[in-house]
């Protein structure tokens, strides 16, 4: 985090940034997200980065990180998106990240070769494969490129605990070969990836204290089951497959995911904006880039000052966590009894008293991409200055999920 001092200078500079802008407001400095951008593909060991869409979700954004080095492609958060993407020249490699039940998107992909070339699904199970022969059936259609997500959550305990998120039923190595097996007879598919995210490694931060340490040892054992169980299940899917790419990891893992040798990519982007979720990560401590500014609109009382909005919580486990923070200036800090509210956010804390209606206050939001399903731009602010202005998907009138 930053120091008093240098919380002062950045708040000095968006807000001068900022001046003629009335918030609510978002601004991405791009001199942290440039920096950022530069220590992930540092930590990826010369693996090259898919980019996470779902974390960025600006398509000038996408297209500035996929020109940098060390970037290759995007992996979609859906398949409308992925179309998106690829009719707009962003990207012409993109993996959906999810399996799709949206028949409208499948009929665009199926109806443009150059999409079918450039896009390709995932899968976890022979029932994918049959609601896309039904509505769209392989005769009439060409050839689509599908990746396997291979489960990479931690089964401690002979399988009586589970930790890690829950995406596929492919988790061991058998169940991949049996699944590429079914892939590789179906006409109509051709198994071109395998992915795996491993949620309790990247996406949980180790912290401080007591739970810091059961975090990291868990993190370890977890990280040596998925490295052995992944390097068998990719070795097997090969013997079927041809695969193009073996896809893992995530912001908060990129460095020790790069030592699997079974894995030829990885997956980041939230670290390009740097949300709050990344403030207590060992590995990576990106600069915050990413901001939203509110107005001062009352002055309740001694200790107190309110700000119109600022309830942009993010996904996940109900919690603190997921608030927004307030950020600029420091010493501040939400209430217990309102939080972040939809139309009001009482601040209290040392800096309270300082501010004046009409001031602004700067927050970071938990996560990364969501940020921008409330902003239909992005201010992208350079030192002092605005240096230009980019649409986000809801700019660009779209809501993909």
């Not at 601004?27 to 530069?38: G, L, T």
């Not at 996929?66 to 992996?75: D, E, I, Q, T």
């Not at 299940?233 to 193009?244: D, F, G, M, Q, S």
């Amino acid at each position: 985090m930053n120091t008093s001092h240098d919380s002062r200078g950045l708040r000095e500079r968006y807000d001068a940034a900022t001046a003629r802008i009335a918030p609510p407001l978002a601004i991405v400095d791009m001199d942290a997200f440039d920096a950022n951008a530069a220590a992930m593909a540092a930590a990826a060991r010369g693996l090259p980065i898919r980019v996470a869409s779902k974390s960025v979700r600006c398509r000038a954004l996408l297209e500035r990180v996929l020109a940098m080095p060390g970037y290759a492609g995007v992996l979609a958060f859906s398949l409308a998106e992925a179309n998106w993407l690829v009719e707009n020249g962003v990207t012409g490699d993109a993996v959906v990240g999810y399996p799709t039940a949206d028949h409208t998107a499948l009929a665009a992909l199926v109806a443009d070769p150059r999409l079918a070339e450039a896009v390709t699904l995932m899968v976890d199970d022979v029932a994918q494969l049959d609601w896309i022969d039904h509505h769209q059936p392989a005769a009439g259609r060409p050839v689509l490129r599908v990746c396997i997500d291979l489960d990479a959550s931690w089964r401690p305990f002979g399988g009586r605990a589970h930790v890690g998120v829950r995406r596929s039923p492919v988790h061991r190595p058998v169940d991949a070969v049996r699944l590429a097996k079914a892939i590789a007879a179906r006409p109509g598919f051709r198994l071109v990836g395998v992915m795996s995210y491993e949620a309790q490694i990247a996406g949980v931060q180790q912290g401080e204290g007591m739970r810091a340490g059961v975090i990291r040892l868990m993190q370890r054992r977890s990280f040596t089951e998925l490295r052995r169980r992944r390097g068998l299940a990719v070795t097997a899917i090969r013997r079927v497959a041809p695969l193009e790419f073996v896809n893992a990891g995530g912001t908060g893992s990129l460095s020790l995911t790069a030592t699997d040798a079974a894995v030829t990519e990885l997956t980041a982007g939230s670290g390009l904006y740097a949300p709050t979720l990344f403030d207590g990560y060992d590995s990576f401590r990106p600069r915050p880039a990413a901001a939203f500014a509110v107005s001062v609109v009352r002055r309740p009382g001694p200790g107190i000052a309110t700000v119109h909005g600022g309830g942009w919580p993010a996904s996940g486990e109900a919690g603190t966590s997921r608030l927004p923070t307030p950020w600029l200036p420091a010493g501040l800090r939400l209430t217990g009894m309102e939080a972040a509210g939809e139309v009001q956010t009482p601040l209290t804390g040392d800096a309270a008293d300082s501010l004046h209606v009409g001031d602004r206050v700067w927050f970071r939001h938990a996560k990364a991409g969501e940020l921008c399903e409330r902003v239909d731009r992005l201010h992208l602010v350079r030192g002092d200055v605005v240096e230009a202005e980019a649409a986000t998907y809801r700019g660009d009138g779209r809501a993909f999920l």
